[in-house]
């Protein structure tokens, strides 16, 4: 018969202490290291550098943003399991403001008029080079009016331009940011008054909160890696981000929870019933992945129009790119889809730190696959050997640690579990049958 448990933080050690004080320096160390051996290891190349660089953040933002989903979702269902996973949701969540400093570098090679990253902010982006006739048609169209573009340029110039890219930018970290924001400082706040009332404030906010998540991740998703080729769309593109993102986020709230026990925190709060239960969400968001990932490839494939094609021929027809593509379909979603198969599995803590980090390796190996590709789309020089692939992992290294900086600063001595949270009891006395 199973004993019910009162609604009290039994855990010895609930925060950080003065561990992030000694993890902050570390971290930005290897950070910097990371990101600098990125850009060695491109041979001073600034644009294979802002390529790598793009991919290691997307990496890391998707987490933050798939976390600030998980703690919006949790208040508008009424979830009561979650939440002594929740604060950890919530920190991660809060990330995302200061990652717009990080997001800096890239935003100013958009700002300054370069197109080392995004093709769309010079003119003559919807001309293939390569040959001299098309190499004079761009070289003509430098520093041209809008009105004497090509008319798909000049159709595309109303939202693809760097101002209102800009504004978008800021916009979307304003918005996920002031979310994580109220999200964390209430419940904070409950963890002083015990004040019910603060829960159905945040569950009230959850569901506008939700419509303005959905509508900033999917433009942002547009923005910030769809447009690297502004020739080619897919409305399926962004649920296909948040899948990945979503995934990514049950991942690392999943390790930093099995971390924190593993150190002698928050041990008695988080129990084998919590993660079983985001191993059941893993696995269906690997499933859900894997069917979003062949619903975009089956509705191009079916139509067969070129304006759609070329983005998945470059994928998995050309060389390199083929072998890349199959990695991440058996890694993505075979692989994890038989990790967490059995309760037995997901019941077992050493297969689900396993899975955890392998689905957040291919996730990275994911975002790679939608980046990269673009950098020279006309010349396939893709290859797994040589520098190209070290250049990449030094800069997710790098990326990281530097994440891991910011999430510590973030957290200080904070409680890493809500302490008077209406709902702890059901938390404290959850069993999955």
């Given at each position: 018969?199973?004993?019910?448990?009162?609604?009290?933080?039994?855990?010895?050690?609930?925060?950080?202490?003065?561990?992030?004080?000694?993890?902050?320096?570390?971290?930005?160390?290897?950070?910097?290291?990371?990101?600098?051996?990125?850009?060695?290891?491109?041979?001073?190349?600034?644009?294979?550098?802002?390529?790598?660089?793009?991919?290691?953040?997307?990496?890391?933002?998707?987490?933050?943003?798939?976390?600030?989903?998980?703690?919006?979702?949790?208040?508008?269902?009424?979830?009561?399991?979650?939440?002594?996973?929740?604060?950890?949701?919530?920190?991660?969540?809060?990330?995302?403001?200061?990652?717009?400093?990080?997001?800096?570098?890239?935003?100013?090679?958009?700002?300054?008029?370069?197109?080392?990253?995004?093709?769309?902010?010079?003119?003559?982006?919807?001309?293939?080079?390569?040959?001299?006739?098309?190499?004079?048609?761009?070289?003509?169209?430098?520093?041209?009016?809008?009105?004497?573009?090509?008319?798909?340029?000049?159709?595309?110039?109303?939202?693809?331009?760097?101002?209102?890219?800009?504004?978008?930018?800021?916009?979307?970290?304003?918005?996920?940011?002031?979310?994580?924001?109220?999200?964390?400082?209430?419940?904070?706040?409950?963890?002083?008054?015990?004040?019910?009332?603060?829960?159905?404030?945040?569950?009230?906010?959850?569901?506008?909160?939700?419509?303005?998540?959905?509508?900033?991740?999917?433009?942002?998703?547009?923005?910030?890696?769809?447009?690297?080729?502004?020739?080619?769309?897919?409305?399926?593109?962004?649920?296909?981000?948040?899948?990945?993102?979503?995934?990514?986020?049950?991942?690392?709230?999943?390790?930093?929870?099995?971390?924190?026990?593993?150190?002698?925190?928050?041990?008695?709060?988080?129990?084998?019933?919590?993660?079983?239960?985001?191993?059941?969400?893993?696995?269906?968001?690997?499933?859900?992945?894997?069917?979003?990932?062949?619903?975009?490839?089956?509705?191009?494939?079916?139509?067969?129009?070129?304006?759609?094609?070329?983005?998945?021929?470059?994928?998995?027809?050309?060389?390199?790119?083929?072998?890349?593509?199959?990695?991440?379909?058996?890694?993505?979603?075979?692989?994890?889809?038989?990790?967490?198969?059995?309760?037995?599995?997901?019941?077992?803590k050493t297969i689900l730190t396993i899975s955890a980090i392998f689905i957040l390796v291919m996730h990275w190996v994911d975002h790679y696959w939608i980046i990269m590709p673009q950098m020279d789309p006309h010349h396939n020089t893709f290859t797994l050997s040589g520098t190209g692939i070290l250049q990449g992992l030094a800069g997710m290294v790098g990326m990281i640690a530097v994440y891991i900086a910011l999430f510590c600063l973030i957290t200080r001595n904070r409680p890493l579990v809500p302490l008077k949270d209406p709902r702890l009891g059901e938390a404290l006395n959850h069993e999955v049958h």
């Open positions: 018969m199973h004993n019910t448990r009162p609604a009290k933080i039994t855990s010895p050690i609930t925060s950080l202490n003065e561990g992030y004080l000694r993890t902050i320096p570390v971290a930005l160390i290897v950070g910097a290291i990371g990101i600098g051996a990125s850009f060695f290891l491109g041979g001073g190349s600034m644009e294979s550098f802002m390529f790598n660089y793009l991919v290691s953040f997307c990496y890391v933002l998707s987490i933050s943003l798939g976390c600030l989903f998980f703690v919006t979702i949790m208040h508008l269902t009424r979830a009561g399991w979650s939440a002594t996973v929740r604060r950890i949701a919530e920190l991660y969540a809060m990330v995302s403001l200061p990652l717009l400093i990080l997001f800096l570098p890239i935003l100013m090679t958009v700002i300054s008029g370069s197109d080392v990253i995004y093709s769309w902010n010079v003119p003559g982006f919807t001309i293939h080079g390569g040959t001299p006739e098309a190499d004079a048609q761009i070289a003509a169209l430098a520093g041209s009016a809008v009105s004497e573009r090509p008319p798909l340029e000049q159709l595309k110039a109303a939202f693809l331009n760097k101002g209102f890219f800009t504004a978008r930018i800021i916009a979307y970290f304003l918005i996920w940011g002031g979310m994580a924001w109220f999200f964390l400082s209430n419940s904070l706040k409950q963890d002083q008054t015990g004040e019910k009332a603060l829960t159905a404030k945040m569950q009230a906010f959850s569901a506008p909160f939700m419509i303005l998540f959905a509508a900033s991740i999917t433009f942002a998703s547009f923005d910030l890696e769809m447009s690297l080729s502004p020739l080619w769309f897919s409305t399926m593109f962004p649920v296909y981000f948040f899948a990945g993102s979503f995934l990514a986020a049950l991942s690392t709230i999943m390790l930093t929870a099995l971390w924190l026990q593993r150190t002698g925190r928050v041990t008695d709060e988080i129990t084998t019933e919590h993660y079983h239960d985001l191993g059941k969400l893993m696995q269906g968001f690997v499933i859900f992945w894997g069917y979003i990932a062949f619903s975009q490839f089956l509705l191009i494939w079916y139509a067969n129009i070129p304006e759609e094609t070329f983005w998945y021929d470059l994928r998995i027809n050309q060389a390199g790119w083929k072998g890349f593509s199959l990695i991440l379909l058996v890694g993505h979603l075979f692989i994890p889809f038989f990790l967490l198969m059995g309760r037995g599995l997901r019941r077992n």
